[in-house]
């Protein structure tokens, strides 16, 4: 994956010269995917607070300590490349998809939070959500081969489980209800799918290969391989896949919905 995404780095740097230092300062130059990864993510992150360099440092660290993260690394461009139809190659959500960078940096921030140094995972959230427009909590568990489409206003709770092969759009909450404490987040199964703007709240369960249509609002248990969808939701359909996030059939839109239509 390394070598592709350089090939296509230095092809893009011949076609269009006004990127090439760019592209050299930020791939070309490292001999890792970490390495670059932890340069992007350090330039984007990094405040008055916490410099780029130190930043990049300990983003390192973390990268060096768990090699999970790396591997779900690797499984999340996966995920991208597969399934957006906007993606052309490794490289371009390396370079400039925010919803790979917000979750990339939550898995350092998630790394510190379960190695005792809380502080900085919740620093790396605040950074994050001030950065990206994304709140994952550092505490909240996500598998690997995950996809945030577009990512703006993701809510992600404290006790949240995303298990592997998940994918969501943009403004999705995975929250709790009200002040109860404790174990308050979704729990959400394998190969899920979520559409833009739904709302899964409390500790909940959505079954592996469930679907989500856009703009729902999940208060129950929505059972395995179900596509659920409304105000409250309530199941409509089956997916047209076992693992919805995998394929490219599309989310029941709202409207549709509203009107009564259904999705197959």
Same mark, same amino acid.
């Given at each position: ?70 591997? @779900? ?31 990339? +940096? ?21 950074? =994050? +959500? ?11 568990? =996500? ?16 006790? @949240? ?50 679907? =989500? ?22 199941? =409509? ?28």
């Amino acid at each position: 994956m390394w070598s592709r995404i350089r090939t296509e780095a230095a092809a893009d740097a011949k076609r269009e010269p006004a990127l090439a230092s760019f592209l050299h300062t930020v791939i070309l130059c490292h001999d890792k995917l970490e390495d670059a990864l932890s340069y992007i993510l350090a330039g984007k992150l990094g405040s008055d607070t916490i410099t780029p360099l130190t930043l990049r440092d300990l983003i390192g660290r973390a990268l060096t300590a768990d090699p999970a993260i790396g591997a @779900a690394v690797r499984e999340d461009l996966r995920a991208v490349l597969s399934r957006d139809p906007a993606c052309r190659g490794y490289s371009a959500p390396l370079l400039y998809f925010k919803g790979f960078h917000a979750l990339q +940096s939550y898995r350092v921030a998630h790394y510190y939070w379960t190695t005792g140094r809380q502080a900085l995972a919740l620093w790396l959230q605040s950074q =994050i +959500s001030a950065v990206f427009a994304v709140d994952i909590h550092p505490g909240a568990r =996500i598998g690997k081969g995950i996809m945030f489409d577009h990512a703006t206003s993701v809510v992600i709770g404290e006790t @949240a489980v995303v298990e592997d092969d998940f994918s969501m759009l943009h403004e999705v909450t995975l929250g709790g209800t009200g002040k109860v404490g404790g174990d308050r987040h979704p729990k959400i199964g394998r190969g899920v799918m979520i559409g833009a703007g739904a709302k899964v709240l409390g500790n909940v369960r959505v079954g592996e290969g469930a679907k =989500i249509g856009a703009g729902s609002v999940v208060l129950d248990d929505v059972p395995p391989f179900v596509t659920v969808a409304g105000v409250p939701a309530r199941p =409509i359909s089956y997916p047209a896949n076992a693992h919805p996030a995998l394929g490219a059939d599309e989310l029941p839109e709202a409207d549709s919905l509203a009107r009564g239509g259904r999705t197959s």
